[in-house]
């Protein structure tokens, strides 16, 4: 297994930041890879899930902070947006658990999004938290 990080696979990263594909992308039921959080560029790990969100319909949230799953109840209003704590799975990786602390310290912060040409944008008052960028499934 070899760490990828992001930065060795410009062509993907190109593909989804065509901006004729972003007008189709939704907030909800898209599947958000973790690209940037804290403005530190996002780390996958080999053998490991990647960091990811989906904003299911009723509220609820599911994704992977890069080791764990997680689960939690969001709200959206507008641009507003807030979630709720949730629960996740007990896993011990080898790598990541800096940034999956992070990305779970994250969402509590949040108040707002922004969808352009692909890339979700989540806010805590002036400031981005975290970006993720749509992946087709």
């Given at each position: 297994?070899?760490?990828?990080?992001?930065?060795?696979?410009?062509?993907?990263?190109?593909h989804h930041a065509v901006p004729s594909q972003s007008k189709d992308v939704s907030l909800k039921d898209t599947y958000w890879r973790l690209?940037?959080?804290?403005?530190?560029?996002?780390?996958?790990?080999?053998?490991?899930?990647?960091?990811?969100?989906?904003?299911?319909?009723?509220?609820?949230?599911?994704?992977?902070?890069?080791?764990?799953?997680?689960?939690?109840?969001?709200?959206?209003?507008?641009?507003?947006?807030?979630?709720?704590?949730?629960?996740?799975?007990?896993?011990?990786?080898?790598?990541?658990?800096?940034?999956?602390?992070?990305?779970?310290?994250?969402?509590?912060?949040?108040?707002?999004?922004?969808?352009?040409?692909?890339?979700?944008?989540?806010?805590?008052?002036?400031?981005?938290?975290?970006?993720?960028?749509?992946?087709?499934?």
């Open positions: 297994g070899t760490v990828v990080k992001l930065e060795e696979r410009p062509a993907v990263l190109l690209k940037e959080l804290d403005g530190k560029p996002a780390e996958s790990f080999a053998e490991q899930p990647e960091a990811h969100l989906i904003l299911r319909d009723k509220g609820q949230a599911i994704g992977s902070d890069g080791c764990n799953n997680f689960f939690m109840n969001w709200e959206g209003e507008g641009e507003n947006m807030s979630f709720q704590p949730g629960g996740a799975t007990l896993r011990i990786c080898p790598n990541g658990s800096e940034q999956a602390l992070k990305m779970l310290q994250m969402f509590p912060s949040v108040k707002s999004w922004n969808i352009t040409d692909g890339q979700l944008e989540l806010r805590s008052d002036d400031k981005v938290v975290a970006v993720f960028e749509a992946v087709e499934m």
